[in-house]
DNA sequence: ACCTTTGTTAAGGC
DNA sequence: TGCCTTAACAAAGG
């Protein structure tokens, strides 16, 4: 699943590695991941073979890939994708989808599982065609999301905590792992009513949203179940997680044992001690 | 054969 | 109408 800090990851381990190679060849196996604009598997070919990688950059959950000739290719990987920087003589595993063929040597190599990800391609000044990537909230590690800023946007809503941290539209890249870990690091029960929070609280919240996100990148991501990153390498998140997925295990605060509950259709750990609702 | 997983969005409700 | 909740969908592994 990843989040913020796992896409991060994987485009820091990409970049170096990507940026100057032409795609000189692709294999689209799977054509229904292409989406809109043209969900169009010669027209992706047509523009991509004789690309050039120029920059990589993340935006939430999303990958930008800048290519020369005014083009950028877009992907979100959803649950289960992968992106794998290959040697072109390696085998195909299954559930490898789409495979740019570099003029390195290498392969770039989108796998996933179960076939979530989405591919786009639009021109350099087409970003806004997409309306899940035009639409995303604030970076939450840039400067931009600001204590205030956050306390202001936070003003008035009478909705749950946790289903707003997960709205991309509120708030850029965050996902079920991070804001389980971020409400129990700041004390808060992922069903509070926003309106019945405290400066004090939405403070910890703050903060927190701050740290674990950037702990996370610092650890290279979460690797629970799919996720590594553009080499294949998995992160150590996991192993500094505190609450996600620890159902029937002792909170290191408190001693009480962790709940599993559902919320705004997710399932959430949390500790029925330290979490209290107001 | 059913249940779980999650990100996103369309539809429904107040 | 605006704010919020719910459910549906994608697909495959356990
Ligand atoms: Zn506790």
Not at 63 to 80: D, Q
Not at 233 to 251: D, H, P, V
């Amino acid at each position: 699943m990843p989040e913020l800090p796992e896409v991060e990851t994987i485009k820091r381990s990409l970049l170096p590695l990507l940026v100057g190679k032409k795609i000189i060849n692709v294999d689209i196996k799977v054509p229904n991941l292409l989406k809109y604009p043209l969900a169009d598997k010669e027209h992706f070919e047509e523009v991509l073979k004789g690309s050039t990688f120029l920059d990589i950059q993340r935006r939430g959950k999303y990958l930008l890939f800048h290519l020369n000739k005014g083009w950028i290719l877009v992907i979100h990987l959803r649950m289960t994708g992968r992106l794998l920087y290959t040697p072109k003589d390696q085998t195909i595993e299954k559930h490898t989808h789409v495979i740019f063929s570099l003029d390195d040597g290498n392969d770039l190599r989108f796998h996933d599982i179960r076939k979530f990800g989405l591919i786009y391609l639009v021109p350099q000044d087409g970003l806004h065609l997409l309306k899940g990537l035009s639409g995303l909230g604030p970076e939450p590690l840039s400067d931009d999301f600001s204590l205030d800023s956050f306390k202001l946007a936070l003003k008035n809503k009478k909705q749950k905590i946790k289903p707003l941290l997960l709205n991309q539209n509120f708030i850029a890249g965050i996902g079920n792992i991070y804001a389980d870990e971020i409400l129990f690091q700041a004390k808060v029960h992922p069903e509070e009513i926003i309106s019945n929070l405290g400066e004090d609280k939405i403070e910890k919240i703050y903060d927190a949203i701050r740290d674990r996100l950037t702990k996370g990148i610092e650890f290279r991501g979460t690797s629970i179940k799919d996720y590594v990153d553009g080499l294949g390498q998995s992160g150590m998140f996991q192993n500094e997680l505190k609450i996600y997925g620890k159902k029937g295990e002792l909170c290191l605060n408190c001693g009480h044992v962790f709940e599993r509950i559902n919320v705004g259709g997710r399932s959430s750990t949390i500790c029925p001690w330290c979490q209290k609702k107001n």
